[in-house]
């Protein structure tokens, strides 16, 4: 009867060891989530801003505080990334697209005016 005791300890100790390592994975991988989301949208908005300033090289829009045409759909793309990396003047729908692209993008030349 002793070894039948010692065996079914043994599996609950691996039940139970299993059970610790699960949690701890999961633990850990809820933990590295949001910064490879952070990485992935540097990325991006670090890709965006060179398309973007191959077009408006500094970054000054049209000259009158608008964008330059057909730009759209770079610059929309562009402000949401910068939108969840919480960039100064950079909200989803938001009216003042170039100052945002300004912040955003640290290799524009024209900084906007606080």
């Known amino acids: 009867m002793k070894g039948v005791s010692i065996a079914i300890e043994t599996i609950i100790y691996l039940i139970i060891a299993i059970m610790v390592m ?5 633990f850990f991988m809820s933990q590295a989530t949001p910064v490879e989301n952070t990485f992935q ?3 991006d908005q670090t890709r965006l801003c060179g398309q973007y300033l191959k077009l408006d090289s500094v970054c000054a829009g049209d000259g009158s505080g608008g964008l330059k045409p057909g730009t759209d759909t770079l610059v929309s793309t562009l402000v949401g990334v910068c939108a969840k990396l919480n960039t100064k003047d950079c909200l989803p729908g938001g009216l003042n697209k170039l100052n945002c692209i300004q912040n955003c993008c640290i290799i524009c030349p024209v900084r906007p005016r606080s």
């Not at 699960?22 to 999961?26: K, R």
């Open 41 to 43: 949208w540097t990325q």
């Open 22 to 26: 699960t949690v701890l994975i999961f």
